[in-house]
């Protein structure tokens, strides 16, 4: 049987929509009904273990059954999918990590504020001039405030959240890789962003499966 390989799964390993679309044909629930059973087969064929924390697995299972998700699919998932906990106590992580972490943080933080900053001008100057010509408060909520609020909030996300780190499971997966010596698999920016920051191995979400149908081609 072959060395063992470990995977660290994140939750958009089973939902991203570019996955969907190569193993669903757009469908959820096909899709990662057939992605564990690729896990399945390179589990019992190849040696190959596909783990996820708890935190994310729960994430998983709360997303999917949302998504009125088979039974079936579920216990697949029960039954290869390796749920363990980081060991957040002895598992190391660079310092310098750390300050990067930070650093990047208030980064974000100043853009955060400067984009707050900027809705509300704007917003406010709008306002104002539709106020000047009489326009109804009705009208000028609307059209100015209600759209502020929708931009501001898209704006904000972009600046605070992409590509970093913004959630426990998000932390979980690459603390679990980290112990384990294991890939990361994922369609989140931030995740891979500090995935190669850590030196872990990434792999993204839409080419998982094709990497475990090209170890599964030449096995057989």
Not at 21 to 49: E, F, P, Q, Y
Not at 102 to 122: F, L, Q
Not at 182 to 210: C, H, M, Q, T, Y
Request: aromatic share 10%.
């Amino acid at each position: 049987m072959p060395a063992k390989q470990r995977f660290v799964l994140d939750t958009t390993a089973f939902t991203d929509n570019q996955l969907r679309d190569c193993l669903g044909d757009g469908d959820l629930n096909t899709s990662v009904h057939n992605m564990l059973n690729l896990i399945a087969k390179s589990r019992i064929k190849l040696n190959i273990s596909c783990h996820m924390p708890p935190i994310t697995y729960k994430e998983f299972s709360d997303y999917m059954a949302r998504y009125d998700c088979p039974e079936e699919t579920m216990i697949q998932a029960e039954t290869w999918i390796v749920k363990k906990s980081p060991n957040r106590y002895d598992t190391k992580i660079p310092s310098e990590i750390f300050y990067e972490y930070v650093h990047d943080m208030r980064e974000r933080m100043n853009k955060g504020m400067k984009t707050s900053e900027s809705a509300i001008w704007e917003s406010s100057i709008e306002s104002m001039v539709m106020i000047a010509r009489g326009e109804e408060k009705n009208k000028v909520e609307m059209e100015i405030i209600g759209k502020a609020i929708k931009d501001f909030r898209k704006k904000y996300r972009a600046a605070l959240r992409k590509g970093t780190l913004d959630s426990a499971p998000d932390l979980d997966v690459l603390l679990l890789a980290k112990e384990l010596g294991a890939g990361v698999v994922a369609a989140d920016e931030g995740i891979k962003v500090w995935a190669e920051r850590l030196g872990l191995r990434f792999l993204n979400a839409s080419s998982f499966p094709n990497m475990l149908k090209q170890y599964l081609k030449y096995y057989e």
